[in-house]
Nanobody
Framework: QVQLVESGGGLVQAGDSLRLACAASGFTFSNYAMRWYRQVLGKERERVASIYSDSDTRYADSVKGRFTISRDNAKNTVYLQMANLKPEDTAVYYC???????WGQGTQVTVSS
């Protein structure tokens, strides 16, 4: 089945790092751009990062310089490396295939001060 599964979230302290992963299946992964979003309950979902290839990436200003998006087409996986985490990064993080309108179930990231 066509599916996206996020993993890697957890509870960390401010300044720590996490790496999120999004495993894709059921479609030709390498043909599509991928995105990471995050959402706090009651607020709009925020686009965090986008990738077509490792040389073609975009970031929200709020995470630029701290987060890195990458992909491994051989593993059908998109990653979000998050460094110097801040409490305001606390959210549920989702991966997305914009052309196909696909979303994963999300993984919770909680950053304590």
């Amino acid at each position: 089945q066509v599916q996206l599964v996020e993993s890697g979230g957890g509870l960390v302290q401010a300044g720590d790092s996490l790496r999120l992963a999004c495993a894709a299946s059921g479609f030709t992964f390498s043909n599509y751009a991928m995105r990471w979003y995050r959402q706090v309950l009651g607020k709009e979902r925020e686009r965090v990062a986008s990738i077509y290839s490792d040389s073609d990436t975009r970031y929200a200003d709020s995470v630029k310089g701290r987060f890195t998006i990458s992909r491994d087409n051989a593993k059908n996986t998109v990653y979000l490396q998050m460094a110097n985490l801040k409490p305001e990064d606390t959210a549920v993080y989702y991966c997305n295939v914009p052309v196909r309108g696909l979303w994963g179930q999300g993984t919770q990231v909680t950053v304590s001060s």
